[in-house]
């Protein structure tokens, strides 16, 4: 996602916090094992110096040199782009009967092979964007309220303007 506003989520309890929210609307979604924010998992993989995104000063506020943060810091978006990728465990149905139990008769059995779908990560995609979406558009009205469109519109922009003057840009410098 692409044009948050810095200070979406909270800093404070687990719960409120945006990734935990997003994470918890994404795991929520069948056959879905895995999300990761940013760099997520390679993330741990690396060394403290290696994993934070550097900050520089820029011309229009703040620039980092990466978005291993995936535009999450301590609960709250960074004004960098939202980065959230999710694992899917492949479909139950397989060519291969695989074994199992009879659960009339707790005796070992097949599998029955029955073809239902072939792939179901373009669904998945679609969901998972939806999740996303929703998790967003409730941290917005949570932060900016407003009884219209109009007036959450009015908030935002007015936010926009208050901290102008401190906003990092989206752009990333580029790592040389």
Same mark, same amino acid.
């Given at each position: ?34 999300? &990761?924010?940013?760099?997520?998992? &390679? ?5 403290? /110096? ?6 520089? !000063?820029? !011309? ?8 291993? *943060?995936?535009?999450? @810091? ?6 960098? !782009? ?25 005796? @070992? ?14 669904? *998945? ?36 303007? *208050?901290?102008?003057?401190?906003? !990092? /840009? @989206? /752009? ?5």
């Amino acid at each position: 996602a692409h044009g948050l506003p810095i200070g979406l989520g909270s800093f404070t309890s687990g719960d409120n916090r945006l990734d935990s929210q997003l994470a918890g609307a994404v795991m929520g979604i069948q056959a879905i094992k895995g999300v &990761e924010i940013g760099d997520g998992f &390679e993330t741990a993989r690396r060394r403290g /110096s290696a994993a934070h995104d550097e900050m520089y !000063p820029g !011309p229009d506020g703040v620039v980092r040199s990466t978005n291993r *943060a995936g535009g999450l @810091e301590g609960g709250m978006t960074n004004g960098q !782009p939202l980065r959230v990728r999710a694992a899917m465990k492949p479909i139950s149905t397989v060519p291969r009967a695989l074994a199992t139990v009879d659960m009339a008769t707790g005796e @070992e059995a097949v599998a029955i092979h029955q073809r239902s779908d072939v792939c179901a990560v373009p669904a *998945a995609a679609v969901v998972v964007e939806t999740m996303v979406a929703l998790v967003l558009a409730r941290a917005v009205l949570e932060k900016f309220g407003g009884d219209s469109l109009a007036e959450t519109r009015r908030n935002i922009d007015g936010y926009l303007q *208050a901290v102008a003057h401190q906003s !990092p /840009s @989206e /752009s990333i410098r580029a790592s040389g």
